[in-house]
């Protein structure tokens, strides 16, 4: 009998101390789903679809579309937006503190390291050209937004749990840099292509620094109210070397007929149907009996309805007012992040901005910029005629010209999908007059993922009060 | 002489006699009779009588029989000895089952033990024990989903101590622990809401249910039994033993109705539109008085926006403006039949109990219901002197058909709630005959629901088989070697399909050329396999007046799992559910293997029966912790002492039996999975690129290209396991021959070294750290108080049962710097679970109104702004801070019992009552944003908010101007109920203090006699009701139901199904 007990007893010894080493606990330990590192293809072809889908195309958009009285909220969140019942932390918890920070910024960073010298990739410089304007675009369309944000602490992971808040001047400075290095890497000896992973461009070097200049020209010109002269004339140098063409576009054209990938805006209007069209959007292009009306707005019984921003009613089924037409909004509509039209109209406001205006080149570029949007919307050849022999909309004597026109043909082109650059522009120009009866913020609040997790750091400063390219201060 | 002479030769003698009854004289088959100190022992048969052999050197016989006194009886020089057993009223000999299956005497356990016997369990034919441990058990607290088959229901024993780990305890089935808990998370906001394991099991296979409250008591089973163990014993013969026969047959069948336990009330004035006037697709009830109103023509007939008031000829005929009943008309009765056959037969070798039972429930909303097949088998086999075997084996099969719930769009109660009384869902056609694909309905984004029962389909299947073999050597009477081996393992299956032309994304309109389109099908597969291998080896002694008990032992798991899924969008061909037809997939699959490997031991020491007792310590190795920091030693004490086996208090008949207790104890728990270092993953699922808005991600791969992001959690491999401390103290007091029990115990529980992604500000590129921080503690009194007023010679008994239970737990401390992390349900923005400093876990946190200095509500003072009328004029300020709503667990609890007895009649009926604990309540906040709520009703007559001050928010600098007391009027309409109180999660807090009359059984056992000299032994036949009345101030709703998930359950409820009440009866034949 001792017998058997002592061999069973080795045996279960065995089978225990075996079970348990702490090789075999490693390798369990293992997890077969993730893996510890990827290649930088596989980061990319998540961020080019996460830039314009977080930046560009949703939250962002919506409640800037509100706020420059694009559209009027109709339903829900929107119509609270609408009449300032929510201009609260959690506006901005999900761009800020789900996606832009904590997802899209560390993988664009880890791309231009690991391509950049001494990068297990080392030698991949269009991956890292576009990841840096990529960077460049999400920073600033992210300062613009909320003014101070963290940069140059920005995603250090446990080195920085609490990052400073850069200056909004001192960004503008250092993203300017930034595309300068993203044109130089963009033309470096590149050791493999890029290809199918970036849904913008398809990996071609050239396009990127295209948009890398046309997007200096945006950001220079934004800083208008800080420095008239000097930002026309570095808009209008960086403008020189962007698109020639609406070809050209920095535009998200990759979305699919199928659940998921439907433009974003298509996706909101289908789901959650919370906009309708502003009356302020409306009567600017009904003064001048713009073409676009029927292009862009639906009619109800007939009739062009557009809604009152801060006193419409609810309407989500779309019975009471017009809204946005399935010409523009439809499943695999693309997003634009920026066009040649806009490009055109930053230069025609610069050539009249600049040390020494010239408006004859001004009426040129507001031509070509005028006319490459209505084509993008769309626009027959007799309508544009028609539309053009309005003087108001197209003086024959190029002094005629003004800012407001330029401002108009922009808020206009803007529409829909360039929501956030318009509140943007709206900031700097004061144009259009809003007119809902609520004050209009001018910023968006910080998210409360940041005032838990730094307030040492985050600024206090109120939805109401103007970032530093708008009203000159950094409060 | 001749017994001497038989004495003198060596030889056994053969001693026979019958058993009777002492309080009735009645014989008494299946009462065990021993030879002490021998192994060697029979049973009376039918008629009371047994047969025993009796070796040389013995005299002593011990009578023993459930609920009698065990008695020794000298038998001298008798050869026939007829005996009387006596009740054992006090019951302080009962034999529980402890930690590892080792079965002690109550009276020598250094902590608090609770067991349900057969009858409690399955009295009241719950489907899901976990629902029938409510009430019966001081400290547990069972919350539960809703009312559809096969919903979650969340137990915890004494509070949660964990933060975001499992707060909810182990389950042990015939001495090996099985998976409970829910398969996987789905979130329950879109999906359906997958059930949790202990529904597989068949409550008519359980002979009884032990639970070891505090972690003293489950030490043994170390890390995964950190909040205690439900200890499930399976039938396996007894039955058949204490009947005195060979062969029992036991068939059970009941029938139960189920009603909607409470419907929402609604406001029955108004109709369909908005802003008081009609509009037949709005979703609100804020139209004009349904009584103003002329005929107008339904939506159908002019699908297309024209004037809803223009009729012209060749229409339907116009609708009558009237008010509907759409939520009565909507759900049906449901009913559940349950069948169970359970053999048991026991010899002198083996016993063993082979049972099946069918389970068939349909659901209170036509398309859902339940079908649970079992089998079990539990045997007992005495091989030899020294060796014996078990095998316990569980077969079943669950098929689930349910609906989702939440903010899903295909949730079809989403429009039953809230329809617009002026519209009639019930009657209202809600497909086109042309196209069933195309739906009516009033909604734009939401299924009309009677469209969503017919096309939508979620179903979830379950084949299951667990079970364990074990065999015993005993080479010594004191020594025991023992080792049982286990698997668990089963599969779900899961086929969800949104229809063609569900919801926004496809509704469709063929006026515009738009055909129904998008829909979506998943199909998963979600497989989990668990071996549990156990080796204990047991020794017992007597030394003198002292006994020592002791077991060490080794315990070895490991859990994988597997999850494969697809999901398939935009189908084509409708109606034809297969992944083929659909436009696009995306894939997922995850693989899981945990293992650990324990050793342990424990010794209990007794002097004279009197003081007991324990230690025992536990080491752990875990595969999930990180290398080198991966072992870990637990030890516990506990002692218990029977202060009445003290002289001077032995033997008086007003406190015959008392007892106090003590414990201390130490217990770890690991973290998540995979959770030492920082990875990168695929974006699909939770890391695709989703909104906040919309219903569907961007998934990867896309266009062939895969994706991936690193990990927004920051991952290190220093982490510790989280250490659990516990302290408990108590009393069981026996008086006046058991008349008056009482069984007290006090615990604290501090749990440090928390595991938790705590949170970091994004900025830092991560959202959260997943670290040990914080510390919680847990503390709180169970009182157990049975009382039995009546008991009279004449068979006639009143017991009373009391089960209270108070729990206080607190966050003592997060991380520094942070105040709160969220948990459960993360689905609001506006409103969360958390755990907050210095507060009860978990508490709701979200925005409150607007307050002055004396905590009153502002309201906006403001009649005009920028020269525009104020809509909100006169109404409660948005803009409040963000604060603490109200915690979510009650302060306490507590169940009444009461049992009448009278010859064959048993009528029990339990009333429960919990005080206190809050809820967000998404139903009630959407009933006023639609109109709907009853309280919506009186829109015209002007009034003052009461206790309140009026003023505004600078919008320059966001304080708050005071302008003093409100004397505002206004009306409360869709502005106030809409925009206002929507905005504002305080508006939707409420008490869900209860009283519920949750169960009643009566049952009749026909005597004896009826069924002399037939095949029958007996038959019960009984009534039985579930959930009979409510009473309580929370509104719309049933308080006990909540949408949500793991700790964060009870916190909100959102749109989801009620509890159902419930009664029927049976019948119960046994032969």
Known sequence: MKKYISIFSVLLLMLFTLSCSDEIMDEIDTDPNNPTDVPISMLMSGCTAATPYWVTGTTLAWYSSIFVEHTCGAHGQMRDADRRANINSQLSENSWAFQIYPRLLPDLKIIVEKGSAGGSEEGKWIDVGIAKVLQAYTFLASTDTWGRIPYSEATLGAENRKPAYDTQESIYSAIMNLLDDAISDLQKENISTTGGEDYIYGGDPDAWILAAYSLKARYANRLSNVDPTGSAAIALADAANGFSSSLDDFTFDNWANDLGHENTWFQEENERRHHAISVTFYNILDEVNDPRIPLFITQVNGEYVPAQNGTSEEDQAGTIYSRMSEHVIFATAPLPIMTYAELKLIEAECHLRKAAPDATAALAAYTEGLEAALFQAGVDSSAVEAYFAQPEVLPADAANLTMEMIYKQKYIHLWPYGAVEAYAEWRRTGYPTMTNPFETPRRFPYPQNEISGNAENVPDVTPYNGVWWDDGTED | MALGTLSLFGQAREVTGTVVGAEDGELLPGVSVAVKGTTIGTITDLNGKYVINVPQNSDVLIFSFVGLLTQEVEIGNNLVLDFSMELDLLEIDEVVVTAMGIRKEKKALGYSVQELDESQISGAKNMDISKSLQGKIAGVNVKQSSGMPGATSHVTIRGNVSLTGSNQPLYVVDGMPIASEKAFMENVGEGTNPSSRVVDLNPEDIESISVLKGATASALYGLRAANGVIVITTKSGSAA????????????????????????????????????????????????????????????????????????????????????????????????????????????????????????????????????????????????????????????????????????????????????????????????????????????????????????????????????????????????????????????????????????????YPEFGMEPAAGQIDDYNYQRQELNSNATITFTKDFGDFGLDAVIGNEFYDITTKTHSMTGTNITIGGFDHISNTGAQTIFMELTEQRVVGFFGSATVDYASMLFLTVTGR?????????????????????????????????????????????????????????????????????????????????????????????????????????????????????????????????????????????????????????????????????????????????????????????QNMVLSLAPGVERVQTGWQNFTSVGAYAYE????????????????????????????????????????????EKILGKVNPDWDASLTNTLRFKGFTLTAMLFYSKGGYISSGLTGLLRNYGAAKECEDRETPVVLPDAAKGYLDPATGDLILEGDNDIEFLKGEDYYSTVLWGIAESKIFDKTLLRLREVVFSYDMPQRWFTNTFISSISVYANGRNLALWTDYPNFDPESSTSEGNGIGAFEYVSLPNTRSFGGGLKITF
Do not use: C
């Open chain 2, 241 to 508: 033993r204490a009947a005195g026969k060979q062969t029992l047959v036991t068939v059970n069948s009941s029938f139960s109705s189920d009603r909607i336990s409470r419907l929402p009330e609604l406001q029955s004035t108004y109709a369909q539109g908005n802003g008081g006037v009609l509009n037949l697709w709005s979703s609100g009830s804020w139209g004009p008085r349904i009584d103003t109103l002329q005929n107008y023509q339904s939506q159908e007939d002019n699908l297309f926006f024209d004037d809803p008031y223009e009729t012209s000829d060749g229409n339907p005929p116009p609708q009558v403006p009237t008010v509907y009943n759409n939520q009565e008309d909507f759900f049906q009765q449901g009913y559940t039949f349950t069948n169970s056959v359970d053999i048991s037969s026991a010899t002198d070798k083996a016993r063993y109990s082979l049972g099946m039972g069918r389970t068939d429930q349909k659901g209170i909303i036509e398309t859902t219901g339940m079908v649970r097949n079992n089998a079990k088998f539990n045997g007992f086999f005495d091989l030899s002197d020294k060796w014996s075997a078990s095998v316990s084996a569980n077969v079943s099969n669950v098929d689930i058909d349910k609906i989702p719930g939440g903010s899903n769009l295909a949730n079809p109660l989403f429009t039953v709630y809230f329809a617009p009384r002026s519209y009639d869902l019930t009657n209202k056609p809600f497909e086109r005959e042309e196209n069933p694909y195309q739906q009516y309905h009033y909604r734009f984004a939401m299924d009309n629901p009677y469209w969503a029962l017919k096309n939508n389909n979620y179903n979830e299947i379950t084949n299951r088989f667990f079970g364990n073999a074990s065999i015993s050597f005993q080479p010594y009477d004191w020594m025991r070697i023992n080792y049982r081996i286990g698997l668990d393992r089963f599969l779900t299956t899961g086929h969800e399909v949104i229809s063609l032309g569900s919801g926004g994304q496809g509704r469709g």
């Open chain 2, 619 to 807: 080491n752990d190795i875990v595969s999930n912790m990180p290398s080198g920091n991966r072992s870990y030693f637990y030890p516990s004490v506990s002692a218990g002492f029977i202060f009445t086996e003290l002289g001077f208090l032995k033997d008086q008949q007003v406190l015959p039996f008392g007892k106090i207790r003590a414990s201390y104890s130490q217990m770890g728990q690991a973290g998540a999975l995979y959770a030492t270092r920082t990875l990168y993953t695929a974006k699909e699922d939770n890391e695709a690129l989703g909104s906040g808005f919309l219903d569907n991600d961007f998934t990867f791969p896309y266009q062939g290209s895969p994706a991936f992001t690193l990990q927004s959690t920051l991952l290190s491999n220093d982490l510790r396991p989280q250490n659990i401390t516990t302290y408990e103290i108590g009393a069981d007091l026996r008086f006046y021959e058991n008349r008056l029990g009482i069984d007290y115990s006090y615990y604290y529980v501090n749990a440090t070294d928390q595991i938790f992604n705590v949170p970091l500000a994004a900025s830092s590129g991560f959202r959260g750290e997943y670290r040990n921080a914080g510390e919680l503690e847990s503390k709180g009194h169970e009182i157990i108080l049975s009382i039995v007023p009546i008991r009279t010679s004449g068979g006639f008994e009143w017991e009373i049962l009391t089960n209270y239970s108070q729990n």
């Open chain 2, 838 to 881: 210095g507060q009860p876990y978990p508490v709701i946190f979200g925005s409150g109104y607007v307050r002055d200095d004396n905590d009153r509500i502002v309201v906006d003072s403001r009649s005009t702004v920028a020269g525009e009328p104020n809509p909100f004029y006169g109404m409660p300020l948005q803009g409040g801070d």
